[in-house]
C-alpha cells in the first residue's frame, strides 16, 4: 500500500470531533478564554478551524461542502449549544476533505487572501487543512489553560491514540 493522507485526515476529523466534544464540557464562559489575544478566543479558534476546512475543500475540488462561494460564512459560536451544530459541520467538512484525497494532484490558480494570484498542488493544500487544524487545536487547549480551564489533553489526540481507539474496534 502506498503511504497516503486519507489516515492523516481521519485522524484530524477524529481529533476535531473530540476537541468539540471536550469544549461541550467546559463551562460557558471558556468559550472566550484565550491565551494572549483577547479576539482570538476558544469560540473564533473552534469555528476558524470548521470554516477555513470548508474554504479549502471547495478550493480543492470545487465543490461546495458546507457554504457556496459568496455566501457568508458559517454562523460564528456564541453559546456551548452551537457546538452541536459545528460537530456536524465539520463532520461534514471533514469527509469532504477525506473525498479530496481521490483526485488528481493538480496545481490550482486562485486568487488568495492578499488578492494576488497563486498557484498551489492539491496536495498542499490539503496537507495545510490537517496542520491548520492540529495547530489551531494546540491553540485551544492553551487558551482553555491560561484562563483556568481544563484543556484539551492534545496527548489523547495525537495519531498513536487515534489508531489505539479506531484500529481496537
Request: hydrophobic share 40%; proline share 3%.
Given at each position: 500500500?502506498?503511504?497516503?493522507?486519507?489516515?492523516?485526515?481521519?485522524?484530524?476529523?477524529?481529533?476535531?470531533?473530540?476537541?468539540?466534544?471536550?469544549?461541550?464540557?467546559?463551562?460557558?464562559?471558556?468559550?472566550?478564554?484565550?491565551?494572549?489575544?483577547?479576539?482570538?478566543?476558544?469560540?473564533?479558534?473552534?469555528?476558524?478551524?470548521?470554516?477555513?476546512?470548508?474554504?479549502?475543500?471547495?478550493?480543492?475540488?470545487?465543490?461546495p461542502?458546507?457554504?457556496?462561494?459568496?455566501?457568508?460564512?458559517?454562523?460564528?459560536?456564541?453559546?456551548?449549544?452551537?457546538?452541536?451544530?459545528?460537530?456536524?459541520?465539520?463532520?461534514?467538512?471533514?469527509?469532504?476533505?477525506?473525498?479530496?484525497?481521490?483526485?488528481?494532484?493538480?496545481?490550482?490558480?486562485?486568487?488568495?487572501?492578499?488578492?494576488?494570484?497563486?498557484?498551489?498542488w492539491?496536495?498542499?493544500?490539503?496537507?495545510?487543512?490537517?496542520?491548520?487544524?492540529?495547530?489551531?487545536?494546540?491553540?485551544?487547549a492553551?487558551?482553555?489553560?491560561?484562563?483556568?480551564?481544563?484543556?484539551?489533553?492534545?496527548?489523547?489526540?495525537?495519531?498513536?491514540?487515534?489508531?489505539?481507539?479506531?484500529?481496537?474496534?
Open positions: 500500500m502506498t503511504i497516503a493522507l486519507d489516515r492523516l485526515l481521519r485522524h484530524m476529523a477524529w481529533a476535531n470531533q473530540k476537541t468539540l466534544a471536550h469544549l461541550q464540557t467546559i463551562p460557558e464562559d471558556g468559550l472566550k478564554a484565550f491565551a494572549t489575544n483577547p479576539e482570538w478566543f476558544v469560540a473564533e479558534i473552534i469555528h476558524h478551524i470548521v470554516d477555513s476546512a470548508d474554504h479549502y475543500a471547495f478550493r480543492i475540488s470545487g465543490i461542502a458546507l457554504t457556496n462561494p459568496g455566501e457568508p460564512c458559517i454562523d460564528d459560536v456564541k453559546q456551548i449549544s452551537d457546538l452541536s451544530r459545528l460537530k456536524e459541520q465539520a463532520a461534514n467538512v471533514d469527509s469532504a476533505l477525506l473525498e479530496c484525497v481521490k483526485l488528481d494532484d493538480i496545481q490550482i490558480e486562485y486568487e488568495n487572501y492578499e488578492g494576488k494570484m497563486v498557484k498551489r492539491r496536495s498542499t493544500i490539503l496537507s495545510q487543512a490537517i496542520h491548520h487544524a492540529t495547530e489551531h487545536r494546540a491553540q485551544i492553551s487558551a482553555l489553560e491560561a484562563k483556568g480551564f481544563k484543556p484539551v489533553d492534545l496527548d489523547e489526540l495525537d495519531l498513536w491514540a487515534f489508531e489505539i481507539e479506531t484500529e481496537s474496534k
